[in-house]
């Protein structure tokens, strides 16, 4: 497996528990349990896994690019 195969790999791991992570924060808050700090959990894990599938959209094309396959 090459070495940007394995990053792409990490990158989708990574937007794939910043997802569970902004779903766990949204249902806490949503339960009797919540507060504010749940609320800003889920907000920011999801804005995280947008930020990233960007980056990994970016970082394809450009590996693309350069050759690197």
């Not at 990574?14 to 907000?43: D, K, Q």
Request: aromatic share 8%; net charge positive; hydrophobic share 60%.
């Amino acid at each position: 497996m090459s070495l940007r195969a394995v990053h792409i790999l990490f990158i989708v791991a990574s937007i794939v528990l910043a997802v569970f992570m902004g779903g766990w924060g949204i249902v806490m808050f949503r339960s009797p349990l919540g507060s504010g700090g749940h609320l800003a959990t889920g907000v920011v894990s999801c804005l995280v896994a947008a930020v990233l599938s960007v980056y990994a959209v970016g970082f394809i094309r450009k590996t693309r690019r350069i050759g690197i396959e």
